[in-house]
């Protein structure tokens, strides 16, 4: 069984606090449902990510595309990420 996770981002962080819960409630609900999702799923497993935890992935995301995270050639070099 593999689990999976979801991490919103600023869309959800600039929502006001009864709109998050509801939404988180509703992710939750539906992904706790078996005939609808077929992986693992706990309720800590729907977050809303911090803008710095945003930014790494983004930032992983850009050098994965790149094939800039091993480091094959000697140059340490990363490219940024702006969002």
Do not use: Q
Not at 34 to 59: C, H, K
Request: proline share 4%; glycine share 8%; aromatic share 14%.
């Amino acid at each position: 069984e593999f689990p999976i996770y979801l991490k919103a981002t600023a869309g959800m962080r600039i929502l006001p606090n009864d709109d998050r819960e509801r939404i988180l409630g509703y992710i939750e609900n539906s992904f706790s449902n078996s005939s609808i999702n077929p992986f693992r799923f706990d309720t800590t497993y729907a977050i809303i990510a911090s803008g710095e935890e945003e930014a790494t992935f983004d930032w992983l995301g850009v050098n994965f595309i790149y094939d800039r995270l091993i480091n094959n050639d000697g140059d340490a070099s990363t490219y940024g990420a702006l969002d």
